[in-house]
């Protein structure tokens, strides 16, 4: 069974026929792997492994789904898009199937010019992540046809979430509450990292998550420094400030949570200090989610503060992030963006310095839906937690 309900596909397919009525193309072909996973996933709520593929949508016609004949039986029992093609470039190199049927980009372009009448433009989404042989296969077997890069258009269909996108994320941010508390109460002296983030990921996957945004977060001394150090087998000791991050998926949405925590559960006067600076910024970022605003504008307030306290140097990250199919994906709110925050954008205030004398990295996130009426979290524990400028 699949992650991604019918009507959903069905919505989000005429959207991108929508594009290919507006800028007269006979068809899109949208990338996607498993490091680039989320423009597939939007449109078939599934995602090979091992392989690699395209979507193709012509502007009239049935979907195809471009891969590798590995993953083609796991595509027809969990794809939205059923109809499949298999070709080598999307294939494990030097890996043989021979009892499948594969062709190439040549037999495609015949088959389409066939079906569909002369295809003569084709528009292209994450033509710039493809790897140089797929490019190359896909150009040199479309002849004569036109590519027009349309990722732009389609990543804008992903900015504006339907209610059943932000029931998924909510559920997620979820899951992440239970993570959270999972690692909390894993954090002690003698337990090594490893069993933090595993405590954290059997909480999201014993509770159904169908996956994580990203590889659990648990890094304290100068390993939180490294912005999104990965657990290891060091035991945490006494005294330590631990910086955690999590975020579980449901559907293929996740949610998120970040924090840092005292390794013997008293924050010092120290610590303290360093989790006031990071709220006050979070608070400030807060104040700051209206609709209407840019991107800069949202960031100004926190980062001014910062610059103010001797942090600037120490900032790494923008302090507004999209939250999606992808725990961080576009548009980012940063410095210089003119992105405008809109009703139906799902966003992570995620306040954070890194490589700081005395503090080394420390990280606090969660998550709001944006609706006409403000900002609304997605986890009310953690928007509490994050904004609490007296409780430690």
């Known amino acids: 069974m699949g992650y991604l309900i019918q009507s959903e596909c069905d919505n989000r397919m005429a959207a991108v026929r929508k594009i290919l009525e507006e800028k007269n193309l006979d068809l ?125 258009e389609y990543l804008n269909l992903r900015y504006h979430k339907s209610s059943w996108e932000i029931e998924q994320i909510r559920a997620a941010f979820k899951l992440a509450d239970y993570s959270y508390q999972a690692m909390k109460d894993a954090i002690k002296v003698g337990n090594t990292k490893i069993q933090v983030a595993a405590a954290g990921e059997y909480a999201a996957r014993s509770r159904s998550a169908s996956g994580f945004g990203f590889t659990a977060i648990v890094g304290s001394g100068i390993r939180g420094n490294a912005v999104v150090p990965t657990a290891t087998t060091k035991v945490m000791q006494d005294g330590e400030l631990v910086m955690i991050g999590i975020a579980p998926k449901v559907n293929g949405y996740a949610g998120v949570v970040g924090d840092a925590l005292p390794v013997n559960g008293t924050y010092s006067k120290k610590q303290i200090e360093c989790m006031k600076y990071l709220r006050e910024a979070y608070c400030l970022t807060k104040d700051m989610l209206k609709v209407g605003l840019t991107g800069r504008e949202i960031d100004a307030p926190a980062r001014a503060y910062f610059k103010k306290h001797g942090f600037e140097n120490y900032l790494v990250c923008p302090f507004v992030h999209t939250i999606g199919l992808n725990e961080a994906e576009c548009p980012f709110f940063g410095p210089n963006s003119n992105d405008v925050l809109v009703p139906g954008m799902t966003v992570c205030i995620d306040v954070s310095f890194f490589g700081h004398p005395e503090f080394n990295g420390v990280r606090i996130e969660t998550g709001y839906e944006i609706t006409d009426k403000g900002a609304v979290p997605f986890s009310p524990e953690m928007d509490k937690l994050h904004t609490d400028l007296d409780n430690f």
């Not at 090979?48 to 395209?54: H, L, T, Y």
Request: negative net charge; aromatic residues 12%; glycine residues 10%.
């Open 28 to 152: 899109a072909l949208v990338y996607y792997d498993e490091f680039n996973i989320a423009n597939g996933w939007y449109l078939t709520g599934w995602c090979p492994q091992f392989e690699i593929g395209s979507v193709l949508i012509p502007r009239k016609g049935a979907p195809l789904l471009l891969g590798g004949p590995e993953s083609e039986p796991f595509a027809k029992q969990d794809s939205t898009v059923k109809e499949t093609r298999n070709f080598p470039v999307f294939m494990v190199p030097d890996e043989e199937y021979p009892a499948a049927t594969i062709i190439d980009f040549p037999q495609l372009f015949e088959e389409l010019n066939k079906n569909l009448g002369s295809v003569k433009r084709i528009g292209f989404v994450g033509g710039d992540r493809m790897p140089y042989a797929c490019h190359k296969g896909i150009t040199d077997g479309f002849v004569g046809a036109e590519i027009v890069d349309i990722t732009n």
